[in-house]
């Protein structure tokens, strides 16, 4: 089954830096990848998501790339504020198939520093 | 409209004592996923719904865990003669339907057994 690693466990950056974490999944069927924002005490939430049939996706401070070679893909935050301190949980999944449901990585807990 | 809700929000049971969660996913959502979260740890996928069907059961820990779901809409999952090492956070998503579509989660029910 598919097996998702997510680096790094812990991100400390200064506001208005950039931030980028880091997922590699195993299953090359997988074609969906969302990323979850968990903030302490609440829900995880979608922030964005991405599809094998791109390479890039931008929303604002937030972007995602995909390597489907590479079986990578990562999530960019610049100007980082400090309300983005949270979790970061990158997932992936394999949807049309037999698989529907995603498998997530162990989570980036990201501070930023005011 | 509402959201996905989960009942009870706190559990507190005594080892070898039955428990059963409750989901409530949002209206006309095929799709339903059970979560449990560790303190400060990752999304560990249980199971998940399609209709009232669970194609994936491969999450669930043990033989004391079960799940079922009714009408399409309801799930509850349970835990029999429950451990301590059962404590965690049981979250609950549900999705338009399986597979690359953006997951909504509820609150969570938050289960320590003493």
């Known amino acids: 089954g598919e097996n998702v690693e997510q680096h790094p466990s812990t991100l400390s950056v200064q506001e208005g830096d950039s931030a980028v974490i880091k997922c590699t999944y195993s299953?090359?069927?997988?074609?969906?990848f969302p990323w979850y924002k968990q903030e302490l005490g609440k829900r995880p939430q979608l922030i964005i998501d991405?599809?094998?049939?791109?390479g890039e996706k931008k929303d604002q401070r937030i972007a995602v790339t995909l390597n489907k070679t590479a079986k990578h893909f990562s999530l960019h935050i610049t100007e980082t504020q400090p309300e983005d301190s949270a979790v970061y949980f990158c997932?992936?999944?394999?949807?049309?198939?037999?698989?529907?449901?995603?498998?997530f990585g162990k989570g980036t807990k990201l501070s930023v520093k005011p | 409209g509402a959201g996905v809700s989960q009942s009870p929000s706190n559990k507190v049971t005594e080892k070898g004592k039955d428990v059963e969660l409750r989901c409530d996913p949002i209206?006309?959502?095929?799709?339903l996923y059970w979560y449990r979260q560790s303190l400060g740890q990752g999304l560990e996928f249980l199971i998940y719904?399609?209709?009232?069907?669970?194609?994936?059961k491969s999450g669930l820990p043990s033989d004391r865990f079960s799940a079922e779901r009714t009408g399409g809409s309801v799930s509850t999952l349970t835990i029999q003669r429950t451990q301590q090492e059962d404590s965690a956070v049981y979250l609950c998503?549900?999705?338009?339907?399986?597979?690359?579509?953006?997951?909504?989660f509820g609150p969570g029910t938050r289960l320590t057994v003493t």
């Open positions: 998503a549900s999705s338009l339907a399986r597979g690359g579509h953006e997951q909504y």
């Open positions: 719904f399609q209709g009232n069907s669970a194609p994936d």
């Open positions: 209206s006309g959502h095929t799709a």
């Open positions: 991405i599809r094998s049939n791109v």
């Open positions: 299953d090359s069927a997988s074609n969906y």
């Open positions: 997932a992936a999944c394999s949807y049309g198939g037999s698989q529907g449901n995603l498998i």
